[in-house]
């Protein structure tokens, strides 16, 4: 799989997704609720976002919906691109609230139909996720050596606007 950051490149600029406004978070709230922007984002160890990309991504969790969004300048306008959009179920982990399994299964956007399986930690309005294919083991840190197959990403949350 190549690095995030060209997956969001090409899907923002030759995928063709309508313009979207990222929702309002409706859903049934969950611990990880809201709007959140990516402070790193590595792939088997290597930084996905270069710094001038990072303030263009959102993500939004709303219930169990996961949505990302790019935001590209087109013919001088700014639009929202909904670039991937997929479900996001939680379970509990042994270190206590705020922490435990993810489960993001793609339905929408380059990824459709993946499914990857990791691990979350939420303190301080900051999202840590490590996740990797289903055919490969969970992981069970919040690290993404080389040839692993894994993201390890830190996010950190919007305040309602």
Not at 80 to 103: F, I, N, Q, Y
């Amino acid at each position: 799989m190549k690095g995030f950051a060209a997956a969001v490149v090409v899907v923002a600029v030759f995928a063709g997704f309508a313009s979207a406004q990222p929702p309002a978070t409706t859903g049934t709230p969950g611990p990880l609720q809201g709007y959140w922007k990516p402070v790193s984002v590595r792939f088997e160890d290597a930084e996905q976002m270069q710094d001038a990309v990072r303030p263009l991504i959102t993500m939004v969790i709303d219930g169990e919906g996961c949505f990302l969004y790019f935001k590209v300048r087109d013919k001088g306008e700014e639009r929202v691109a909904l670039m991937t959009e997929s479900t996001v179920r939680l379970a509990p982990g042994k270190d206590g609230p705020g922490s435990g399994d993810v489960e993001l299964t793609f339905t929408k956007g380059p990824m459709k139909g993946h499914k990857r399986l990791g691990v979350y930690a939420l303190a301080n309005s900051q999202l840590r996720l490590c996740h990797g294919p289903a055919d490969k083991p969970r992981p069970t840190a919040f690290e993404a050596p080389k040839g692993s197959g894994y993201f390890n990403e830190v996010w950190v949350l919007q305040p309602p606007k």
